[in-house]
């Protein structure tokens, strides 16, 4: 089933912390930007280059704050500009399979 808006509207915020969803594939090799592979649902995504470094730190242990700080340093951008830009492509990335809040989301070969 797919989450829905209001769904991840209510429950992904600045406090998530969210992972990367087993199985989906980086491909990162191409020349100015990155394409995810979601193999359950065959669903792809193009990552910029702020895109991949956002992916590169959902990492289960950090909140979407921190990522926002983070990707606010990397990129000298006032972090009242980017902290919702974040938050929406990672609720983008949620609604598309691609990262999950916590372990029980993670698909398996029962839930496929």
Request: hydrophobic share 35%; charged share 25%.
């Amino acid at each position: 089933m797919i989450p829905s808006s209001e769904i991840i509207k209510n429950t992904i915020n600045s406090n998530t912390i969210l992972t990367h969803l087993n199985d989906v594939i980086l491909i990162d090799d191409l020349e100015d930007y990155s394409v995810l592979f979601q193999p359950y649902t065959g669903e792809t995504m193009g990552l910029n280059q702020t895109g991949l470094a956002i992916w590169e730190k959902i990492d289960g242990k950090s909140s979407m704050e921190e990522i926002s700080v983070t990707i606010s340093n990397k990129f000298d951008i006032p972090i009242e500009i980017i902290s919702n830009d974040i938050l929406e492509f990672c609720k983008k990335l949620y609604r598309r399979f691609f990262v999950v809040k916590d372990k029980s989301e993670q698909m398996t070969e029962t839930n496929k």
